[in-house]
């Protein structure tokens, strides 16, 4: 199985910071890398596929990069709604495989 | 609008069964690829299953293989998953996710909500 290893567990920040995730893969996955953002009991939102793809309706200070094993999911200036957990994921092989996630705090 | 409904959830003693379902609609079901991802109580999510749009192709999760069966009625438009000798540690939200587009893509751009399933004596 490919493990998925995200940093920083957790993130303290304030609005306006820029914030940077980072997710490792045991091995690679070329591109097949997604990021997700999840509030406190609702289901995940899609944020950004192929590595670097933002999916249709998000800000654009998403951003994705990265391929191989090393990939990157920055937020160029935070928001108050950027609050939450963040999710990386593998598809490029079965099983698929998340991160162990990113929690946004406000600082 | 695309939108996914689970259902099936609740109690049960570990060793026993239970099948949750997905309703799907709003968008050509039987095209798309489907899977369970589940999220235990204050915890990250885990995929646990997955199948092609056509129903052949399966996919499992080491963690439920063997004990959990996927499967879909696109005449229903529904995703199911059986889970068979559940344990404690498959306590958790289920919810079910469509792949994002047609073929053998597996990140998901819709989520249901969730079904709770709680494992325990």
């Known amino acids: 199985d490919i493990q998925m290893t995200q940093s920083p567990s957790t993130l303290s920040a304030s609005v306006r910071d820029r914030v940077t995730i980072t997710c490792r893969a045991s091995?690679?996955?070329?591109?097949?890398l997604a990021w997700y953002q999840q509030k406190p009991g609702t289901a995940p939102k899609l944020l950004i596929y192929?590595?670097?793809s933002l999916e249709s309706g998000v800000p654009s200070r998403f951003s994705g990069s990265g391929s191989g094993t090393e990939f990157t999911l920055t937020i160029s200036s935070l928001q108050p709604d950027d609050f939450a957990t963040y999710y990386c994921?593998?598809?490029?092989?079965?099983?698929?495989?998340f991160g162990g996630g990113t929690k946004v705090e406000i600082k | 609008e695309v939108q996914l409904l689970e259902s099936g959830g609740g109690l049960v003693q570990p060793g026993g069964s239970l099948r949750l379902s997905c309703a799907a609609s709003?968008?050509?079901?039987?095209?798309?690829?489907m899977s369970w991802v589940r999220q235990a109580p204050g915890k990250g999510l885990e995929w646990v299953s997955g199948?092609?749009?056509?129903?052949?192709?399966?996919y499992y999760a080491g963690s439920v293989k063997g004990r959990f069966t996927i499967s879909r009625d696109n005449s229903k438009n529904t995703l199911y998953l059986q889970m068979n000798s559940l344990r404690g540690e498959d306590t958790a939200v289920y919810h079910c996710?469509?792949?994002?587009?047609?073929?053998?893509?597996?990140?998901?751009?819709?989520w249901g909500q969730g079904s709770l399933v709680t494992v325990s004596s």
């Open positions: 996710a469509k792949s994002r587009r047609v073929g053998a893509t597996y990140e998901f751009d819709y």
């Open positions: 709003g968008f050509t079901f039987s095209s798309y690829d």
């Open positions: 199948i092609r749009g056509s129903g052949v192709g399966t």
């Open positions: 091995q690679t996955v070329s591109t097949s």
């Open positions: 192929q590595a670097s």
């Open positions: 994921q593998q598809y490029t092989s079965f099983p698929l495989t």
